[in-house]
Structures are given as structure tokens and as C-alpha cells.
């Protein structure tokens, strides 16, 4: 048996949150595990009304629950995880044209929470996309970039850091973990902890974005 591959075209899904063509600035906002992207975004309403947040949804879906009534979406699984990879950041990188085709002068400004975190990563480090601000949630730096990576596409980005205190998914040996890389690639970064779980906490939110 020989495995092969083959590009197709597919319709992606996202959902948007103010006016991208007249922003100050544009977020695009990475869901976690097992979320679809309108539900993610209620977390931003209200957050900043000069931007515009737009959360692209993870090209495969599946149902949570055996009556198959609740679906969620995943970004990428450890099956054909390459060629995965490779989809998303075309995805995002296509998607971030069409944004800054409608408004050259807004910045792009990414948020990953949990999964979305490595994706956001893996997009931030090998797409074409230039991003001025990465925020990364309760998530790990996926484990493939080493320091030089890092260090060359990720110096001019400001970058922060989030977890809650109780997190049941990420803990401190993890954020131990991801602090100890970027010091190692010599990343500037500010850390901030909140009194929560695994979820985008509001004030913190939008005190961050703004």
C-alpha cells in the first residue's frame, strides 16, 4: 500500500465581530478543542468596539456527544499531522489577506486559546502573515520549533503569556515548560495569571487586547 495526496478546494467557516474594514486593529482568534468559532467569539463582544475579531473555524468537525447533537471542531489531530499543518496555515494565511485587502492599515493581532495556541504558534512561525501581537491562553508552544526558530520569527512579535490559577489542563509545570523555552530563544514576553479556569476570563481579556 502506498499513500498518496491530493490538494482540494473547501469552504472554510468564519464568523466576525465588528467591521474589519474600518478597524483599528484586527483579531483573529484561534478556538480550542472541541469549539465551534460563533461560540468562541461571545467571549469578545463588547471587549473593544474599535476592533474587529474574527474567529476562522477548525476545518474538521465532529459530534461531542453519542445522540449526536453537539458538534465541535478540531484544528488538527496526529493523523497526517503535516499535511494538516500545512492546511491551516494556508487557511489563516488566505484569510488574513482577504482582512488586510479591505484594510491595509489595520494591524493583525492573533489570540490561541488551548489547541489554538499550537496553531497559532505554527501559523505565526511559518506563514506569511505578519503579526504584531500573539497572545497565547492556557496552551503550550508546540514541540517541533527550536530556539533559533524562535528567536528569528518571533523577536519582533510582542507576545503574552495567560493562565488561570486553576486550570485543569494546563498547570505550572507546563507554563514552567513554555517560559523556559522562550527565555532560552531570548523572546521577550509578559506572563499574567488570573483567579479562574481553563477559559478566557472578561477583564483580563480586555485589558489585554486594548
Request: proline content about 5%; glycine content about 10%.
Given at each position: ?14 464568523h466576525?465581530?465588528?467591521?474589519p ?21 461571545n ?16 476545518l474538521?468537525r ?34 488574513a489577506?482577504?482582512?488586510?485587502a ?14 489554538g ?28 520549533p ?16 495567560v ?6 489542563y ?9 517560559t ?19 477559559t478566557?476570563?472578561?477583564g483580563?481579556l480586555?485589558?489585554?487586547v486594548?
Amino acid at each position: 500500500m502506498k499513500e498518496h495526496h491530493i490538494r482540494v478546494a473547501r469552504t472554510a467557516r468564519y464568523h466576525v465581530l465588528g467591521d474589519p474594514a474600518h478597524a483599528a486593529a484586527i483579531w483573529i482568534v484561534l478556538h480550542g478543542y472541541g469549539q465551534l468559532a460563533r461560540y468562541f467569539l461571545n467571549k469578545f463582544d463588547g471587549v473593544a468596539p474599535d476592533m474587529a475579531f474574527v474567529a476562522p473555524e477548525g476545518l474538521s468537525r465532529f459530534y461531542l456527544d453519542e445522540g449526536h447533537q453537539r458538534v465541535g471542531a478540531t484544528w488538527m489531530t496526529r493523523e497526517d499531522r503535516e499535511m494538516e499543518i500545512m492546511d491551516q496555515r494556508e487557511y489563516l494565511d488566505t484569510l488574513a489577506d482577504a482582512l488586510k485587502a479591505g484594510n491595509p492599515g489595520a494591524s493583525i493581532n492573533v489570540l490561541g486559546f488551548s489547541q489554538g495556541v499550537a496553531t497559532a504558534c505554527r501559523w505565526s512561525l511559518t506563514g506569511r502573515t505578519r503579526i504584531r501581537r500573539l497572545i497565547l491562553w492556557a496552551g503550550s508552544i508546540p514541540p517541533e520549533p527550536g530556539p533559533n526558530v524562535l528567536g528569528q520569527r518571533w523577536t519582533d512579535i510582542r507576545m503574552d503569556i495567560v493562565l488561570g490559577s486553576s486550570d485543569p489542563y494546563q498547570g505550572e509545570k507546563e507554563l514552567q515548560a513554555t517560559t523556559a523555552r522562550l527565555d532560552m530563544a531570548g523572546i521577550q514576553y509578559d506572563l499574567h495569571r488570573f483567579t479562574g479556569g481553563h477559559t478566557p476570563e472578561p477583564g483580563l481579556l480586555g485589558r489585554l487586547v486594548r
